[in-house]
């Protein structure tokens, strides 16, 4: 993916987000954006913080998926605990890793934090070993920063 195509969706994004009225539809449409635009990805989708401190399944696309990961559990939970990206390139050496879907082999996660205050995960799994790319990686975290501003996740 040229970085090119990132751009322009990013450019678009605000005002695509604007459309939709909740934050559920919000997150669809990203969702659906994601899995169109990142290559090579099978899963892509949310995970939100209830108000237990678990992450519980959000809007996605694929096939379905773990519904609640405990903060530090696997690829996702550990993201949210760190408040930090994690790309991994192969996910059955990544420590405590949860199968929520046997394709998957590499996934990219991307925390949505505020103020210090982590409110879920964006997550994305591809069915290749290290497919994801530093631009991949730095588009998710933009996406991410538009989230931040276009939604109240509290």
């Not at 405990?70 to 890793?97: I, N, Q």
Request: proline fraction near 3%.
């Amino acid at each position: 993916m040229s970085n090119l195509k990132y751009e322009e969706i990013l450019e678009s994004l605000i005002d695509v987000l604007m459309i939709e009225k909740t934050k559920e539809d919000k997150l669809k449409v990203v969702s659906k954006i994601l899995i169109d635009n990142v290559p090579n990805v099978i899963w892509a989708g949310f995970y939100l913080i209830n108000e237990d401190g678990d992450l519980i399944l959000a809007p996605y696309v694929g096939e379905p998926a773990c519904i609640k990961i405990e903060l530090g559990a696997g690829v996702c939970g550990t993201s949210a605990l760190l408040m930090e990206t994690k790309k991994v390139y192969d996910v059955s050496k990544f420590p405590g890793h949860i199968v929520c879907d046997e394709n998957a082999k590499s996934e990219l996660v991307v925390p949505i934090v505020k103020n210090d205050v982590v409110y879920g995960v964006i997550d994305l799994d591809s069915d290749r070993l290290g497919n994801f790319t530093v631009e991949d990686q730095d588009f998710v975290e933009r996406v991410r920063d538009i989230l931040i501003t276009s939604i109240d996740f509290k």
